[in-house]
């Protein structure tokens, strides 16, 4: 409950992102300039991210600047060695780039807030449990949803969904949640122990 309440802290990683394209191309088109790594003489953590950006045919991003690749450097420009460089993968070169994504701190918080709401939804919820006014079985299962948004979310660079399709879960959960709070609210005291 109280991580959900703590969204802007707990889902932080949501607005330290930073994002790897790579593109092949021939060994004759990299600038002399541009620094030539070797995919295998990079850390396990580099190569992981490295490869993602190679196989996903576009971009990768990582959330969390503790998730980072400390290899490289993440800005909004690109110049040879910082944010643009060559790796040789499987004896094929890559053009990699790298920049430094997320935005504003506040559009994130927007993004947020039904997390927040759902957080202080739990603690309303557990509150009227405690008093006999809830459902036990509906206390653990908005919990429980309450830990899937943290396994879905940008700790874990949304294994599922991506940032958007994440805050609309959100929204739908939070609504859920009332939903449940103003049904029980509208039964009998006891009425909603009884029927679980």
């Known amino acids: 409950m109280a991580t959900l ?10 607005g330290e992102q930073v994002s790897l394209s790579a593109e092949r191309v021939d060994a004759d088109r990299v600038d002399p300039e541009t620094p030539v790594l070797r995919f295998e003489e990079l850390s396990p ?7 993602r950006a190679i196989d996903s045919d576009g971009s990768v991003v990582v959330y969390g600047d503790e998730d980072a690749p400390e290899r490289f450097a993440y800005t909004d420009y ?3 060695g910082h944010g643009l460089y060559a790796v040789v993968y499987d004896g094929e070169y890559y053009r990699l780039r790298t920049y430094a994504a997320g935005g504003f701190p ?24 405690d008093r ?21 979310g940008p700790a874990f660079d949304f294994p599922l969904v991506a940032g958007a399709a994440f805050a ?16 029980s609210k509208a039964t009998p005291p ?4 009884d029927a679980a």
Not at 5 to 14: G, I, K, R, S, Y
Not at 45 to 51: D, M, P, R
Not at 106 to 129: K, N, S
């Open 5 to 14: 309440v703590a969204a802007p802290v707990t889902m932080a990683d949501w």
């Open 45 to 51: 953590e580099t190569q992981s991210v490295v490869a």
């Open 78 to 80: 690109t110049a040879p």
């Open 106 to 129: 506040f559009v994130y918080w927007v993004l947020e807030l039904p997390f927040v709401a759902y957080g202080a939804g739990l603690v309303w919820v557990a509150h009227r449990t």
């Open 132 to 152: 006999g006014r809830q459902s036990p079985s509906h206390a653990l299962a908005l919990a429980g949803v309450g830990l899937g948004f943290h396994a879905l």
């Open 168 to 183: 609309a879960l959100g929204v739908v959960g939070t609504a859920v949640l009332a939903g449940v709070v103003w049904w």
């Open 190 to 193: 006891g009425a909603a122990v």
